[in-house]
């Protein structure tokens, strides 16, 4: 007897947050607020993408530029279960490669998080060598892969984007 498994297109959605202030109140870089321009932003971000996803699992840095930036999607946008990680501030291309290879259930998912780990995730998974700016946005599919065999060059790239905000 043959055992068929099903293939499906599993989608990931990585995301850098807004443009920042340079410094925060506190001294530390984690507390970096959104500038007026990285709100204007996310808010076309959240236009962009509101008939792109929808009802999508949600992993956010725990820093408070980036919960500022999903925050402002969440306005437009219904998003599913959302985690935020403290792994994931300014964490390297491995890391994001770990969390995702130990995912279970759903073919999609928003990463909103930092450079460089955000944008060498990206090509890692493409072969592309490109940087996400503030305010990127880019849609990455595999074709017929589980989380859990996600790797290097095994990803295409199918949407990209970035706001044009003065």
Excluded at 2 to 7: A, E, G, K, Q, V
Excluded at 43 to 67: F, H, M, N, P
Excluded at 68 to 83: E, N, P, V, Y
Excluded at 104 to 119: A, D, P, Q, T
Aim: hydrophobic share 35%.
């Amino acid at each position: 007897m043959r055992i068929f498994r099903t293939l499906r297109t599993m989608k990931l959605h990585l995301l850098r947050h807004a443009k920042t202030h340079q410094k925060s109140p506190t001294g530390k870089d984690f507390d970096r607020e959104l500038l007026p321009r990285g709100i204007a932003q996310s808010e076309a971000l959240a236009d962009y993408l509101q008939d792109k996803i929808s009802g999508i699992d949600v992993w956010c840095s725990d820093a408070t530029r980036t919960r500022q930036t999903l925050g402002i999607l969440a306005k437009t946008i219904s998003l599913g279960h959302t985690s935020y990680f403290k792994a994931l501030y300014l964490c390297s291309y491995r890391q994001y490669l770990s969390m995702l290879n130990h995912r279970r259930g759903g073919s999609e998912l928003l990463i909103v998080g930092h450079n460089f780990g955000i944008s060498d995730i990206a090509n890692y998974f493409t072969g592309e060598s490109s940087e996400l700016r503030t305010g990127g946005y880019v849609c990455i599919e595999f074709d017929g892969l589980a989380w859990a065999e996600v790797s290097r060059d095994t990803g295409t790239i199918v949407d990209r984007y970035r706001p044009s905000v003065r």
